[in-house]
């Protein structure tokens, strides 16, 4: 296993799209054999996730983190413990020992679909307003996190089976597939509220099918989230072709995918919604453990 810490003197860095170096353990048998640390290569949020899949990370210990930072870590297959803070030695030793708690989503955030194809850094930046999947609840600075609903599980750690299907029984992501059940702190606004809500009060063993309306999931496409760029502030805009799905970042940093819908010598026009914005989803959800 190697884990990877957000590093700043020692000590977990407190936001992981901004932090300028990890370290990075090698563990073996529930013990740390090795450690190095590793420049994040100043790349911004939406590359930080690729950037720890190449250096064969399974686990990513951190301070504050936004949903648009949680999801891209998701689609890399790296697990997430959030909240961390003080020596980064000793929050490794808390993480094998069970001890660490993960808050989960508790930065000021944007969420943002899993597909990418390309990083781009948009210098004007696009309004996320408007956006649907699990809005833009943030909590001041990067403190506890701010739970959405009531329900027992709230709050909790639970890892889900799931199947997720169109509603021509079309099946877009399932769990099933990957053989890992999916992990994430309900009520925190880490999962499209639907699918969180309909967690809130499972128990373990339990099996449920939701079917839930766009305003459930990932909301309904705003024209306001197409935009038109310049081509010169848009960096990389030489390699984008229309049809690409990209990652920009607004004026405040945070990641959203876009798609680029059209191109020409001067400007770029990206569509900002969610590729799922309108649609209907179904969902079989299986409960396998609750923390």
């Not at 563990?27 to 996730?49: C, I, Q, R, T």
């Not at 009520?187 to 969180?196: S, V, Y």
């Not at 967690?199 to 197409?226: F, W």
Request: glycine fraction near 14%; charge should be negative.
């Amino acid at each position: 296993m190697r884990i990877a810490v957000t590093y700043d003197n020692g000590n977990v860095f407190q936001h992981f799209g901004r932090t300028e170096n990890f370290k990075l353990y090698e563990v073996e048998d529930g013990k740390v054999v090795s450690s190095e640390v590793m420049s994040s290569n100043g790349v911004g949020h939406e590359a930080l996730a690729w950037l720890l899949k190449d250096n064969t990370v399974d686990v990513l210990i951190c301070g504050g983190m936004g949903q648009g930072a949680q999801d891209a870590l998701a689609e890399a297959g790296i697990e997430v413990c959030a909240g961390a803070e003080g020596d980064t030695d000793a929050a490794v030793e808390a993480y094998l020992k069970g001890e660490l708690v993960n808050t989960g989503v508790n930065c000021d955030h944007h969420d943002h679909e899993h597909g990418h194809d390309h990083h781009h850094h948009d210098e004007g930046g696009c309004d996320p307003e408007g956006c649907g999947a699990g809005g833009c609840s943030g909590c001041p600075g990067c403190g506890a996190p701010q739970y959405l609903f009531e329900g027992k599980n709230v709050g909790k750690t639970v890892r889900v089976h799931y199947r997720g299907t169109f509603n021509d029984g079309e099946q877009f992501d399932a769990s099933y597939d990957r053989g890992e059940p999916l992990e994430f702190v309900c009520g925190t606004g880490m999962m499209i509220p639907g699918f969180d809500r309909a967690t809130a009060e499972m128990e373990v063993g339990d099996i449920i099918d939701v079917h839930l309306m766009p305003e459930e999931a990932y909301g309904m496409p705003d024209p306001r989230m197409v935009i038109t760029v310049a081509k010169s502030e848009v960096t990389g805009s030489e390699d984008l072709e229309a049809g690409d799905k990209v990652f920009l970042q607004d004026q405040l940093g945070r990641p959203f995918s876009a798609l680029v819908t059209a191109i020409d010598d001067v400007n770029v026009t990206f569509d900002c919604n969610h590729e799922m914005a309108g649609k209907e989803l179904n969902f079989r959800i299986e409960m396998v453990e609750i923390n």
